[in-house]
């Protein structure tokens, strides 16, 4: 019959519950935990409690150096959110331009300051989490795209430390030195007909 409804379609499979919880530390002391299901898009912690056996690994707290907590528990939220999916090989060449974030890994990425995105890009190249390394590469690349050398410091909050402001008053006070003593010159010696010495 035309009126009736289509069936419905099949309710996806729900996510296995985590058998048990790994106990990572941060550089600030805060205890992160990452399911064992999604420990291995962290390749370090993986091949780590890989070495260790699991349960033993479970039993411990896994220290993370150079990473805050806030920055460990985006990195865990996404290998949790990410757990199980099986993301191809990129060749180098051309990365990041070859690489297409997907929706939900933008909206992760543009939730965070720029600082923090740069804190995660540590994090995921410390960590070997291979693919939210390529994303945020990639996001990083985006924003400093069509910008000027001033505008990346405004952008990625870079400082301009006094020995950068010393070296480019002394490079801009050389260059207008070196330019008013060739129009000086220029102007006592007339212009030279000779291709010889002036």
Not at 18 to 45: G, H, N, R
Not at 132 to 144: D, E, G, P, T, V
Request: overall charge negative.
């Amino acid at each position: 019959m035309a009126d009736q409804a289509a069936p419905a379609a099949p309710a996806a499979a729900p996510k296995p519950e985590p058998s048990f919880y790994f106990s990572l530390e941060s550089c600030d002391k805060e205890i992160v935990k990452i399911s064992v299901l999604a420990v291995p898009q962290m390749i370090t912690i993986n091949n780590l409690v890989s070495d260790l056996g699991y349960e033993k690994a479970a039993e411990n707290v896994i220290p993370v150096d150079n990473v805050t907590g806030f920055t460990l528990k985006r990195a865990v939220a996404w290998c949790e959110h990410h757990w199980g999916v099986e993301f191809p090989e990129e060749k180098n060449e051309g990365f990041p331009r070859q690489t297409i974030i997907p929706e939900w890994d933008m909206n992760f990425l543009k939730e965070l300051k720029v600082m923090e995105l740069q804190a995660l890009t540590m994090a995921a190249y410390q960590l070997e989490i291979k693919q939210l390394l390529r994303y945020c590469c990639k996001k990083i690349a985006m924003m400093a795209q069509g910008r000027t050398p001033d505008e990346w410091r405004v952008v990625f909050e870079i400082p301009i430390d006094e020995k950068d402001a010393i070296a480019e008053k002394e490079l801009k006070e050389r260059l207008e030195r070196e330019a008013k003593e060739e129009a000086e010159r220029g102007i006592v010696e007339g212009p030279s007909t000779s291709t010889g010495k002036r």
